[in-house]
């Protein structure tokens, strides 16, 4: 069936480098995008989302991008912190405008980094 | 303004046992989203809903299952004669009632640890 996948399990940086954390998804019909951060013991948090009518977002130390022609979607965070070690989800939704809740999830990136 | 409240936070149940977990949307939020999160997978669709409607439950099982969401109080995810393959974390998110004012997100509570023993 259709889903959303990560490239790679693990990611290592040192503290002040800039992460990239990639997902691929499947379903071409997906027109809504999220990227949340899941700390041991806690629920998923909103970290930035992307609409399938732009290609580039950026919020604060964050920025995704959105290919639409290769079905891939990336997280960049600059400058990372230690307070940045978490699991990383991506997710998609194709409601199709009525509600954008429900997502499916890949499988996530267990980012870690070192002072 | 209160985030998505799920409790209880950790609940063990021995094999055969009811388990009832419950969440409260964010104020101003009627749909509600229910979600399974195996150890070290992402999470997983279960159901959806609106006040005293379940929208999509494609994701739930066929049996034991059922969740409900009243028109007063918080959504219900009830798991009949629990097994131990239920173990696992489940979490409630919420989105506001319009999904064309610009605050589309879920919002995700801190959900709930079941054990089964």
């Known amino acids: 069936g259709e889903s959303v996948g990560l490239h790679l399990p693990t990611l290592s940086v040192q503290e002040g480098d800039n992460s990239i954390i990639n997902c691929a998804y499947s379903n071409s019909a997906s027109d809504y995008f999220i990227w949340y951060k899941q700390e041991s013991g806690k629920g998923p948090q909103f970290i930035i989302d992307i609409r399938s009518n732009m290609d580039k977002r950026q919020g604060q130390r964050v920025t995704v991008l959105l290919n639409k022609t290769v079905k891939h979607l990336s997280l960049q965070i600059a400058a990372t912190q230690p307070g940045d070690s978490a699991v990383y989800f991506c997710?998609?939704?194709?409601?199709?405008?009525?509600?954008?809740?429900?997502?499916?999830f890949g499988q996530g990136t267990i980012l870690t980094v070192h002072p | 303004n209160a985030g998505v409240m799920q409790n209880p936070r950790h609940l063990v149940r021995r094999r055969g046992q009811e388990a009832r977990l419950r969440c409260s949307p964010m104020?101003?939020?009627?749909?509600v989203y229910w979600y399974r999160q195996l150890p070290e997978e992402g999470l997983k669709f279960m159901v959806y809903l609106q006040k005293e409607n379940i929208i999509d439950e494609s994701g739930m099982p066929k049996e034991r299952f059922s969740a409900e969401f009243p028109k007063e109080g918080p959504s219900i995810l009830r798991i009949q004669q629990v097994v131990r393959g239920d173990s696992a974390a489940y979490f409630c998110?919420?989105?506001?009632?319009?999904?064309?004012?610009?605050?589309?997100?879920?919002?995700f509570g801190q959900g709930t640890r079941l054990t089964v023993v």
């Open positions: 998110a919420s989105s506001p009632r319009s999904a064309g004012t610009g605050n589309t997100e879920a919002f």
């Open positions: 104020k101003g939020h009627s749909h």
């Open positions: 997710a998609e939704s194709n409601a199709g405008g009525t509600s954008y809740g429900k997502l499916t």
